[in-house]
């Protein structure tokens, strides 16, 4: 297993833990989905591809559905919601950066 798919089998199961759903509305990019307090975050985690072996950076795109909610709280893009994660592949280890990702997306999780 490459390190991309480290990554994104790291981030599934933590993904998972968070009660992500699987994203049924119109923005097929983000097949999954996550309530939080600022409103549903939409995800997609790079890395189950085939071609993203050879990246050599690390990502997980997600977007807020509600963005006047949801930029008042977090630094996400103002005008659309986006509120991306990028980490260098070199120097780190996959399931560290998947483990750091998950953390920011928990702590904006309605609890």
């Not at 591809?49 to 050599?56: F, L, P, T």
């Amino acid at each position: 297993m490459n390190k991309q798919q480290r990554f994104y089998q790291e981030m599934q199961k933590g993904l998972k833990k968070l009660n992500v759903s699987e994203n049924t509305g119109s923005t097929s990019m983000y097949p999954q989905s996550l309530e939080t307090k600022y409103g549903v975050l939409l995800i997609h985690v790079d890395g189950d591809q085939k071609d993203c072996a050879k990246s050599k950076v690390y990502t997980c795109y997600t977007r807020f559905e509600d963005v006047d909610k949801a930029k008042e709280h977090v630094g996400c893009n103002p005008f659309t919601g986006k509120w991306n994660f990028h980490e260098y592949v070199k120097g780190n280890i996959p399931e560290q950066i998947a483990q750091s990702f998950i953390a920011r997306i928990k702590y904006i999780i309605n609890t």
